[in-house]
C-alpha cells in the first residue's frame, strides 16, 4: 500500500471503527436513489459504505496525497467517483448539475473542526437543493447547533442553521473511533433541509444582522445589542417601541429569541426604519 503521512494542517482524524459508518448511512436517511456528496473521504472507511447504499457517491477531497491510497481501497466500485479539490472552493452548483442529473442529493461528511461553519454555511447559504446533510462534527459543536432558545448552547450560529434545516443529534462517536485520537468526543447531526424557510422574511441580509447583533454581547439586553449596530438609524425607544408591539420584554436578551422572534424583530425594522439604509 502507498504510504501517507498525515497532516495537522488539514486536522486529520481518520475513522476507523467500521460500525460508525455503516451506522451514519443508516440515520443519514440516504436511499438507493439518491446521489452523495461525500467531503473528506479520508481512507474511504465512510465512502465504501455510502456507495451501498446510494445510487452515484462523489468524493471530495483536498489532499492530493490521499487520493492514490483512497483508489486502492476503492478500486472496481462503479457507483463512485474521485474530486481532489477544495469543497470551499468547489462549484457545487456545476457539480450538482453534471453528475447528478434529476436526482435527489444528499451531503455526507466527517469535517475538521477547524472548519466545520465555513464549510456548513457554504453549504447552506448556497441553496443546492440537498435533501439532507449529515455530518461528524465536535461535540460540543453538535450541542450548540442542537440546542433550544433560552439554553446556554444557544447561539447565533443556531439560530442562522434553524432558518435553513431542521437539526437533529444522532449518536456520539467516541475520540477513540480514529486514528489519531482527537482530544474530544465527536457527534453526528443531521440537517433535514427545508424547501421553504420556517420563517417568511422580508430581508435576508437583515435578519442575519439582527441575529449578530442579538448575540455579539451576550450579557447585553436586546435593546442595546440591536442599538449597537443600528443606531445611525434608530434610537433605544424606537426599539423599545418595537419590542412592546411585538409583545416581547424590553429587558429580553437575543438567547431567549427563537427564529419566529428574530424574523418578526427582522420584519418589523424593515418595514418602518432600517430600509431607509442602503447596506444593513
Given at each position: 500500500m502507498t504510504y501517507y503521512k498525515k497532516k495537522k494542517h488539514y486536522g486529520q482524524h481518520f475513522l476507523t471503527n467500521p460500525a460508525i459508518p455503516r451506522r451514519i448511512v443508516k440515520e443519514s436517511g440516504i436511499t438507493a436513489d439518491c446521489g452523495v456528496i461525500e467531503i473528506g473521504p479520508g481512507?474511504?472507511?465512510?465512502?465504501?459504505?455510502?456507495?451501498?447504499?446510494?445510487?452515484?457517491?462523489?468524493?471530495?477531497?483536498?489532499?492530493?496525497?490521499?487520493?492514490?491510497?483512497?483508489?486502492?481501497?476503492?478500486?472496481?466500485?462503479?457507483?463512485?467517483?474521485?474530486?481532489?479539490?477544495?469543497?470551499?472552493?468547489?462549484?457545487?452548483?456545476?457539480?450538482?448539475?453534471?453528475?447528478?442529473?434529476?436526482?435527489?442529493?444528499?451531503?455526507?461528511?466527517?469535517?475538521?473542526?477547524?472548519?466545520?461553519?465555513?464549510?456548513?454555511?457554504?453549504?447552506?447559504?448556497?441553496?443546492?437543493?440537498?435533501?439532507?446533510?449529515?455530518?461528524?462534527?465536535?461535540?460540543?459543536?453538535?450541542?450548540?447547533?442542537?440546542?433550544?432558545?433560552?439554553s446556554k448552547n444557544y447561539g447565533a450560529i443556531t439560530a442562522v442553521v434553524n432558518y435553513y434545516a431542521n437539526t437533529k443529534r444522532l449518536f456520539i462517536v467516541s475520540a477513540g473511533s480514529f486514528s489519531p485520537p482527537p482530544k474530544v468526543n465527536s457527534a453526528v447531526i443531521r440537517l433535514d433541509i427545508y424547501k421553504t424557510p420556517p420563517v417568511k422574511i422580508e430581508n435576508e441580509k437583515l435578519f442575519f444582522n439582527v441575529i449578530k447583533a442579538a448575540f455579539s454581547q451576550r450579557r447585553k439586553t436586546l435593546v442595546n445589542s440591536l442599538y449597537s449596530m443600528f443606531s445611525s438609524f434608530i434610537t433605544k425607544d424606537e426599539i423599545c417601541n418595537m419590542l412592546n408591539k411585538l409583545e416581547l420584554p424590553t429587558s429580553i436578551r437575543g438567547e431567549n429569541l427563537g427564529i419566529e422572534e428574530f424574523a418578526n424583530i427582522t420584519n418589523w425594522l424593515y418595514k418602518n426604519n432600517i430600509s431607509k439604509s442602503q447596506s444593513y
Open positions: 481512507f474511504g472507511i465512510l465512502t465504501t459504505e455510502l456507495t451501498k447504499t446510494s445510487k452515484k457517491v462523489i468524493a471530495v477531497e483536498i489532499d492530493s496525497d490521499i487520493i492514490p491510497i483512497l483508489e486502492e481501497k476503492i478500486a472496481g466500485i462503479q457507483n463512485l467517483k474521485i474530486i481532489n479539490s477544495d469543497i470551499m472552493k468547489l462549484d457545487i452548483s456545476e457539480l450538482i448539475e453534471t453528475e447528478f442529473s434529476n436526482i435527489p442529493v444528499c451531503v455526507c461528511a466527517n469535517l475538521p473542526y477547524y472548519i466545520t461553519t465555513p464549510i456548513l454555511m457554504k453549504l447552506l447559504e448556497g441553496k443546492y437543493g440537498f435533501e439532507n446533510i449529515t455530518v461528524m462534527v465536535q461535540k460540543e459543536y453538535a450541542d450548540r447547533l442542537c440546542s433550544k432558545s433560552g
